[in-house]
């Protein structure tokens, strides 16, 4: 069951409400590897800095909550990777399966394609079922598997790649 929701530019003024869709991940699951929560500061220069280039999306239901937020940043920093973006979507943990990633992704890709962006990568802590799923359903090929490369909760924690090709 899908919602009615639009998608829009995230401004900084969204931080607080991005910080609180963003808390859970950080505190209860290896899903991101950062191990505290931003703060809404911290949340409106993230914001500030990649919307310029690739673009920071939120969803939102007509009575203005924000459900979630996707966007794309740097993928690796060198100049030969200036055609690839990373990209993140993060949902109301209340909100699962009800179309919230699909339709930020489905808005984020073709802006990130119109931007000049070749390659899209995706990083998926392992496991992580529901993600993988959303990623291949979104076009996305598991390419490689890196093995323990993060440390959270005293636990060794791989990542997927998952990349798109938009040319």
Request: aromatic residues 12%; charged residues 20%.
């Amino acid at each position: 069951m899908t919602i009615d929701l639009s998608i829009r530019p995230a401004t900084a003024q969204d931080a607080t409400a991005l910080q609180a869709i963003y808390a859970p991940y950080v505190l209860e699951t290896a899903i991101s590897f950062e191990t505290q929560v931003p703060d809404p500061s911290e949340m409106a220069r993230r914001i500030e800095t990649y919307q310029p280039d690739y673009g920071y999306w939120v969803a939102q239901k007509n009575d203005g909550q924000i459900l979630g937020y996707a966007y794309g940043s740097t993928y690796r920093p060198r100049p030969a990777y200036r055609f690839t973006a990373e990209v993140s979507v993060y949902v109301d943990r209340s909100m699962p399966a009800k179309g919230v990633g699909r339709a930020l992704y489905g808005h984020m890709i073709p802006d990130l394609k119109a931007r000049g962006y070749h390659t899209l990568i995706g990083v998926v802590t392992q496991p992580n079922a529901p993600s993988e799923g959303f990623h291949r359903s979104m076009g996305f090929e598991c390419i490689g598997i890196t093995r323990q490369v993060g440390r959270k909760f005293d636990v060794w924690h791989d990542i997927a790649l998952y990349q798109k090709m938009l040319a």
